[in-house]
Each structure stands twice: as C-alpha cells, then as structure tokens.
C-alpha cells in the first residue's frame, strides 16, 4: 500500500508541476546556442529542454514524463509530414516543379524576370515542395536571368526567398501542417485563410526585389550552371497533375461546407492519405509508375530531418507547456497596454528568431502558446494563420540550414547574404500584418 501510495503522489506531483519560466528561457537558450555551435539541431533542442526541466525542479523521471508528453503532441504532425514527403519526393525527382517554373519564366519573359521569378518560387513551394528545395531549384533559372538582365544576387535571392515565404504559407509544407495540427483544424482551412497574406507577400518581394537589382553583387559567368534544356522538361500538363489533385481533394470538405453538401462534408479527407494518393495517381498518370519506388525513397530522406526535428520541438514544446512563461508573456502584454490579439504573431516571430525554422517555430509556438492565444478570444483559424505567418519573419537568420542552403544556391559570400535578412523579414512582416488586421481584428 505504502508503494502505490507513493505512485499515486507521484502521479499527483506530475500533473501539477510547473516549471518557472525563467527555466523555459534558459532551456530555450541552451538548445539555440548548441544550434549555432553546429550541433544536431534534434538533440540540441532535447538537451535544452532536459536541462530546462531539471533547473526547473523536476525529478529525472519527471523530466522523461514531460519530454515524452510533448513529443508525443506532435506525432500527429509528424506522421502527415511524412504523408507529404511523397508528395514532395514527386515533385522534385520527377521533373515537375522545374517544368512549372520553366513555363511561368517562359510565358512572364525576361523583361517581367522578377516578377517571374518570385511567382515560380511562389508556386512551386505552395504545391508542396520545401522552400530550400524550391529556391535550389529556382537558383540556377535566376542567376542566368540576373546575369542577361543585369540584376543583382540580392535582389535575386529576395524575390526567390520571398515568393517562397508567400507560397510557404498556401502550402501542404510541415509548417502549414504544423499550424493546422496546433489548433485542430483542417489543412485546407489554413491554406485557404493564408492567401491574402501570401498575395500581399509576393508584391512585397517583387517592390523589393525591383528597387535593389542594381544594388549588390552582381551575377558573373562562373556563377551560371548549365539550365535543363527545355526539350528534356516534361509537360506542363504532366507536371501539374500531382498539385491539382492534392489541392482539389484537399479542397473537398471546405467546398461541401461552402455549399451545404453533408457528402462531401462527411468525407473527412486527411492529408494523411491525400497527398500519397494524389502523388500516386500523378506519378502512374505521367507515366513513372516504376520510378514510384525512387520517388517515395527521396520524399522520405527530403522529410526525415524535418520530422526529427519536430520531434526534439515537441520535446522542448514540453517544457515551455509545463512552464508559466506564457502567463508571463501574457501579463507583460497586458502590463504594456498590448490587445491580446496581437500574442498569436509575437509568439510567431519570436520562435522563427529562436530556432530558424518555420515548422519548428509553428510547432513551438502552438504547442507553448496555443491556449493562452485562445483565451484571449482569438479564434483558432485566427490564431494558426498569425502563428504561422509570423513564423516567417525571421526563419532565415544565420542559426538555421535555411540561410546557408540559399547562400550555396545563389553563389553568395555570408557578408552578402546577411544583407538580404532584413528584406526577407519586411516579406514576412508584411504577411503577419496582414494576417494580424484580417483574422485578428476584421474577421475575428
């Protein structure tokens, strides 16, 4: 009896720690710190939220409790990642994405070359494909443009960046997930809701690419790679198959409750099983049914250190849940005058500016924020499309995989590339504007 009394007030003593908040910060600090000394970002965000736990005054076994509760919080999200790793595996082995981003190039021309290029960027992220992946991509189309229409790698790498934050926001992307998993809505919902932003976004990267392409460093012959021959892209009409299917079947639930149609409201359709089903019929109906194999097998590696690294976020997640920090947030906005509302988008960009990441700041934000957002009176849509577009405003500082990916990409020295952050921020901002005024203020 004097052992189950004791489970019993361990049990007790579990379910009403909370760790004080200042434990939060110092875990949250220790796993950004062991980020930027270039260790494995999953295991750094584990052994800060570890070291959290225990400063906070949790028991060994009460720390595991609490690392394994918050990764288990994101299980859900991390399974439909993987679901969209097919997706993205299609996308990108087969061809797809370089033959829609050939034919928006082609049709824009060279004299609309910005505008171009953001919007393939845009699109080709916002059907899926990961926005490092998207800017690889789009990297050797825009330094041969820039090169013919002398216009330089910064103003390059910010509409490319840019349109990719924009189309990142209307996505099927872990982050999009992430911010739908965090509120218990449908995907399709915060895609749709994240469009006037994602518009607004674009137009913000184009102004801003136009002002400064004759500022910077210019493209030169050794940066140019040898592009795709255009007789070797597939068809447009191939290529658009997988994108349309997913974004069509996705939209099925949000179009039976536009139209009142309890059939198509009762489909319950889940990215969980859309988007390897879309990807499938795509890649037997572009006639690559034998390279499905291939495709899945790169989707999966593309995917894997995202999943990982939501799960060392979940762990984290864990901790900050546990914690009295977002009391504390709260009660500092309250003290300055602050509205509530206006708790969802900080916690955005103050994750993005932590960790560098936007899927894993959407995972930090909700998962430590989620229900003190909601008790401001913000409603959950509201709340994922401030979360998730704030989490853009400073993904690409140095500390993240992102800023080097595009560096590489675009043949930039680092001093260079530092110089293009805050312009990638004002894209970011300009979408969290938006998307505070829209959901925060008129719609909520």
Known sequence: MATKISVDQQIERLINLEIPWFAAIIGLVIAVIC?????????SLFFGAIVGCLIGGASLA??????????????????RVLAAGLLAGVMMESGAAESIAHAIVTK????????????????????????PVAVLIMAPIALSIGKQ???????LLIALS??????????????????????DLELSQVMIAGFIPAILGLVTAVLLATWLKKRGTMVIE????????????????KALIAPLLSVT?????????????????????????????????????MGHSSKIKNYANSGLNRVSPTVMILIGAGSLAGLITRSDLSEVVVRMIENFGISGVFLAPIAGVLMSLAIASTSTAVILATGSFGQAILDTGTQPLGAAVMIHTG????????????????????????????????????????????????????LA
Do not use: W
């Open 222 to 237: 050794s940066d140019i790679q040898k592009n795709i021959e255009e007789s070797q892209l597939m068809p447009l009409n």
């Open 108 to 131: 824009l021309g060279q004299k609309k070359a910005i505008i171009s290029l953001s919007l393939s960027t845009m699109i080709i992220t916002a059907v899926g494909v990961f926005i």
């Open 62 to 79: 009460e720390t595991v409790s609490i690392l394994i509760g918050g990764t288990q919080s994101v299980m859900g999200t991390a399974v």
């Open 391 to 442: 989490a853009t405003v400073l993904d690409q500082v140095p500390q993240g995989i992102y800023f080097h990916v595009t560096a590489d990409s675009m043949n930039m020295s680092i001093e260079d590339r530092m110089k293009v952050i805050p312009y990638e921020a004002c894209v970011g901002l300009v979408m969290t504007i938006a998307a505070t005024i829209l959901y925060g203020f008129i």
């Open 249 to 285: 079947l996705l939209l099925l639930n949000p179009i039976g409750q536009l139209l009142n149609l309890d059939f198509l409201i009762n489909l319950r359709v889940d990215a969980m099983y859309i988007l390897p089903f879309a990807s499938i019929v795509a890649t037997i109906a």
């Open 149 to 155: 229409s002398n216009i330089s790698k910064q103003a």
């Open 35 to 43: 980020i930027l000394k270039k260790f494995t970002p999953v295991y």
């Open 162 to 183: 840019g349109g990719g934050k924009a189309g990142n926001v209307i996505s099927p992307n872990p982050n999009t997930i992430a911010a739908a998993e965090g509120f």
